[in-house]
């Protein structure tokens, strides 16, 4: 079993920052990409940050040079630092990880629980 925890959401004025933080315990041999996805109040869940493998990154247009993704494979944590934060940010944040259980294992994908980030003066 893979379970993935998340933490470091909470309530930031415009501006501020947070750093999201994305654990994965359980039977893992090797994880492959990393992404956060945000959803918005009332809104689809869109893809904001993914991280390969090898540390290749990328950014929706909307937070690109405010937010920051990277990894520890040592760890097996994903982190999702957010710098400028608008009132837009808000919504539930939600880290996604494509890894191998075991060495034989499928290419599995696995959900953390969300996060809530609230941007507002």
């Known amino acids: 079993q893979v379970q993935l925890v998340e933490s470091g959401g909470g309530l930031v004025q415009p501006g501020g920052s947070l750093r999201l933080s994305c654990a994965a315990s359980?039977?893992?041999?090797?994880?492959?990409?990393m992404r956060w996805y945000h959803q918005a109040p009332g809104k689809q869940r869109e893809l904001v940050a993914i991280i390969s493998a090898g540390g290749s990154t990328g950014y929706a247009d909307s937070v690109k040079g405010r937010f920051t993704i990277s990894r520890d494979d040592a760890k097996n944590t994903l982190a999702l630092q957010m710098d400028s934060l608008k009132p837009e940010d808000t919504g539930v944040y939600y880290c996604?990880?494509?890894?191998?259980?075991?060495?034989?294992?499928?290419?599995?994908?696995?959900w953390g629980q969300g996060t809530q980030v609230s941007v507002s003066s």
């Open positions: 359980g039977t893992i041999f090797r994880v492959d990409t």
């Open positions: 996604n990880l494509d890894l191998w259980p075991t060495i034989l294992g499928a290419l599995s994908s696995y």
